[in-house]
Nanobody, 128 residues
Framework: QLQASGGGLVQAVDSLRLSCAVF?????????VGWFRQAPGKEREFVAV????????YYGDSVKGRFTISRDDAKNMVYLQMNSLKLEDTAVHYC??????????????????????WGQGTEVTVSS
């Protein structure tokens, strides 16, 4: 269903763009796509989410102002542009999707349980 790519080894303050490709299910049936990450020895952390219109976007506190999520419906892709990378951004990054949108009264988009489909993850390593 989902395939994340674009990870790699970069130096601190560099940039990297991750991609999430949606296969099989029609992209229009997916109402929100999120990015999560998991660093070694830590729990999975919410990074960003975008709704089906591409208008509503939310970010985790640790990436606000540095990361930008976007989507390209023509290509069935969701991107995560990561700028000013820090050592603490080192993690396996996952994209996830769900068949319902974002309710601003409910922050469930920050939690793994709120997503129905997951990609396999792409590893980002930031070195000094």
């Amino acid at each position: 269903q989902l395939q994340a790519s674009g990870g790699g080894l970069v130096q601190a303050v560099d940039s990297l763009r991750l991609s999430c490709a949606v296969f099989g299910r029609a992209f229009r049936n997916i109402y929100a796509v999120g990015w999560f990450r998991q660093a070694p020895g830590k729990e999975r952390e919410f990074v960003a989410v975008i709704n089906w219109t591409g208008i509503s976007k939310y970010y985790g506190d640790s990436v606000k102002g540095r990361f930008t999520i976007s989507r390209d419906d023509a290509k069935n892709m969701v991107y995560l542009q990561m700028n000013s990378l820090k050592l603490e951004d080192t993690a396996v990054h996952y994209c996830a999707a769900r068949s319902f949108g974002i309710d601003t009264r409910n922050d469930d988009y920050e939690y793994e349980y709120a997503y129905e489909w997951w990609g396999q993850g792409t590893e980002v390593t930031v070195s000094s």
